[in-house]
Structure formats: C-alpha cells, structure tokens
C-alpha cells in the first residue's frame, strides 16, 4: 500500500495545547495538512496562538475549537464545530487524555468518571462520528494515542491504564472489521514522556530512575509515521517492543502486573498504609 500523503488533507487532533498532541498538529501542518485543534476552553489563548503559528509557519489552515470533552455533548460539539469549518475530515487524531495517580480507592470519584469520560467515552464517540464520514468517502485515518499501559493492568494509576487497555482493544477490533477498505485505525503506545501530563507522578517513583523520559516531538514523529504507514500498533523503542509483546508471552500474568506496581509504589504508600 502506497503511503497516506498529508498535504492538504483535513485533521482533527483533541488535546492539541500541549504534550504530545501539540506536537502532533506541527508534524501534520508541516506535511500541508489543515487543522481543527481542540482543548479545554480554559486553554483557549494558547490553543489560538500554536493555531495562528502553525499557519504563518507551514501556510495551512488552522483552526482552535475549544470544547471539554468530559461534558456530556462534548465530544459531538467539537465534532459539529469542526465540521462547520472543514468540508470533510481526513484525519482523526484522538489525544486528549488525563491521569490520575494514586491507590484507587483514595481518589474521589468523580476523578475516575471524569478520566472515563475524556480517554474512553470521548475517544469511542469521536471515532464512531469520524468513521460515519469516512466510510461513504471510501478513504480516512484515526490516530488513537494509547499507552504501554494498555497492554498490562497499572496500579495506582488503575483507571488510566484500564481506559488505554479499552482504546486498544477498540482500535484494533475496528481496524481489522475495515481491513477491505482505504480506512486504518492505528495506536500509538508511548512509554513515559516529559509533558505536564507527567505532573501528576511524585518524582520520587522508581520510574524515573529506572525508565528514560521520551521527548513528545520524538513520540509525535513516530505516530505521524504510523499514520501514513497505516501501521496498527506503534511502540516507539525495543525495551518497550519488548515489555509488551514478549514478557506477557513468557512470564505469568501477575509477574507483568508487578513492573508498574513497583514502578509506581512509591509516592502512594503514604495513602495505602
Ligand atoms: N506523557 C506520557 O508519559 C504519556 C505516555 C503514554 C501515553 N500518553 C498519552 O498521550 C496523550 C497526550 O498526553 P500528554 O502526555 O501529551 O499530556 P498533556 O501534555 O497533559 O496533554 C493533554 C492534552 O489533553 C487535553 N485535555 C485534557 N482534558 C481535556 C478535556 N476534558 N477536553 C479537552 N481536552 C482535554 C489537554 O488540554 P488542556 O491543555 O486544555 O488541559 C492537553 O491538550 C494522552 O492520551 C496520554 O494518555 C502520555
């Protein structure tokens, strides 16, 4: 299959403010491809000012539409906004994502309803709506920004990693049922990367001594790459190639489970005992 080419097709990428998703609307605008860029509306000036820079830099259309994706019609407010814009969607970039650290049960609930909302709830809304348009159209392509902790359960972060293990299954069921047609879902499964995101951990987790922090514009290339290759899973580095398609085949499945145990222990002892 020849490469998807990006000039001037029309993108759609949630959580485009900052991290990864930020950069990942510069590796699209760079190939010519024209942006709707979503984020909270409390982001609404930096969301409109990486809109007008991306315009003046790489002459494409850009446009900021700021919308919460955990409100109840979010996800189909953005969609219906951007659509107002752009005269079909090529390309869905499904990013935005929160994380919440710490022993499950000592998280409000409301946090946990919230995160299901932005990761799942949002992500599955805007590929159905995405996919409505795509399928008369014959052509189109979804970027789903999972996680390495799709492919094991993640205490203390035990919401987030079961959202990302959701996103994949769904991405990769759905992929396979549109395998016929010009159509591919693809994921992106980054291991941890130096954006706000990251705020959320207590530094003095294993993690950061024992995993080196990826760069987002590293992570965006890569799934950029996956998006034109139609690549179903991207797993940016081997140790994490490894960890996740080799260790859960040769090891029991609570052994796996206790990397990210020990990885994130630390910083929640204090709540667990
Ligand atoms: N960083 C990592 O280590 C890592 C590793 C693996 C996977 N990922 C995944 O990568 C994706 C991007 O994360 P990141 O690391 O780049 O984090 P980030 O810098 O915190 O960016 C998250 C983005 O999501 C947006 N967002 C959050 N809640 C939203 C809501 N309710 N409605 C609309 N937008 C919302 C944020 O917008 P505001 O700026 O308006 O808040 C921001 O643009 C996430 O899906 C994350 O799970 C991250």
């Known amino acids: ?30 190939e010519g491809a024209h942006c ?17 820079e991306l315009e003046a830099r790489y002459h494409v259309k850009t446009w900021a539409v700021p919308v919460d994706l955990a409100a109840d019609d979010g996800p189909q407010e953005l969609y219906d906004n951007a659509r107002k814009w752009i005269p079909h969607l090529d390309i869905l ?11 499950f049960h000592s998280i409000p609930y409301a946090q946990h309803e919230r995160l299901l909302r932005v990761n799942v709830r949002a992500y599955m809304m805007l590929m ?5 348009d795509m399928i008369p159209r014959g ?3 979804i970027l789903n920004i999972s996680s390495m ?36 879902i693809c994921t992106l499964n980054p291991n941890v990367t130096d954006t706000p995101m990251i705020n959320a951990y207590p530094r003095q987790l294993w993690l950061f001594t024992m995993i080196r922090l990826n760069s ?23 140790d994490n190639w490894l ?27 204090r709540d667990t005992h």
Not at 36 to 52: G, H, I, K, M, Q
Not at 155 to 183: H, T, W
């Open 93 to 103: 970039v499904n990013n935005a994502g929160i994380l919440t650290y710490g022993s």
């Open 36 to 52: 709707v860029l979503n984020a909270l509306p409390s982001e609404t000036a930096v969301l409109d000012s990486w809109a007008r």
């Open 216 to 238: 987002p514009a590293a992570i965006a290339q890569r799934g950029v790459a996956a998006l034109k290759n139609g690549k179903s899973i991207t797993i940016p580095g081997w």
């Open 243 to 269: 960890l996740a398609h080799v260790a859960p085949r040769l090891l029991p499945r609570g052994w796996v489970n206790h990397v990210p145990y020990l990885l994130l222990k630390q910083g929640a002892t």
């Open 139 to 141: 052509q189109g392509r």
């Open 149 to 184: 902790a799709a492919f094991q359960a993640t205490s203390y972060q035990a919401p987030y990693g079961a959202s990302k293990a959701f996103v994949q299954s769904l991405s990769e069921a759905v992929n396979l049922e549109l395998r016929e047609k010009d159509i591919r």
């Open 1 to 30: 299959m020849n490469p998807y080419t990006l000039k001037n097709r029309y993108a759609l990428v949630t959580g485009a403010s900052s991290g990864i998703g930020r950069e990942i609307a510069r590796c699209l605008a760079k």
């Open 128 to 132: 159905h709506r995405a996919l409505a």
